[in-house]
């Protein structure tokens, strides 16, 4: 609404303005008084403060228009440090890390054991050289370059 109010303004400011200049130089008999003179002076001052007034409504609309994505970022960006134990997920305990199961006897391990505590088996493979972790059907290590296993 701000921008139509200012476009607005300035086209009755101009309307007015043309009118006033019309009337100064037409001749009328109402124009040559002192007092008509001072009629057409004051329309022409009016429509003057008329185009002011919508150029700067659409000044502050555009300001305001340019600074109501920012605001809403601040105040995302204050309600995220006001609650930030809502924002966060705590890591778990460390009990409670991801569960897996041993593949050889079945029995539910952590999923970063690298021998089931219940058999004894290995439940990753490891590199034999840079002991870094590697997938079963890994044929070379990808850390170190060790041939792990013929193709």
């Given amino acids: 609404m701000g921008k139509a109010t200012g476009v607005g303004s300035i086209v009755v400011g101009f309307i007015m303005i043309i009118l006033g200049i019309g009337a100064y130089f037409s001749g009328e008999a109402s124009s040559e008084t002192s007092q008509g003179k001072m009629v057409v ?6 429509g003057l403060a008329a185009i002011y007034g919508g ?3 659409n000044q502050k609309a555009s300001t305001k228009a340019q600074q109501a994505p ?3 970022q601040v105040t995302q960006f204050s309600q995220a440090t006001q609650f930030p134990q ?3 997920i705590p890591p778990p305990p460390p009990d409670a890390v991801a569960a897996g199961f041993c593949p050889y006897c079945g029995r539910e391990i952590q999923a970063d054991f690298v021998v089931c505590p219940f058999c004894g088996k290995s439940t ?3 590199c034999p050289k840079c002991g870094k972790q ?3 059907d ?6 170190c370059g060790t041939v792990l296993k013929r193709a």
């Fill in 86 to 88: 809502a924002m966060e």
């Fill in 138 to 143: 890994f044929v070379a290590c990808p850390y």
């Fill in 70 to 72: 920012q605001a809403t």
């Fill in 41 to 46: 002076g004051f329309i022409i001052i009016l």
């Fill in 55 to 57: 150029v700067t409504a």
């Fill in 134 to 136: 590697v997938q079963k």
């Fill in 124 to 126: 990753k493979s490891m």
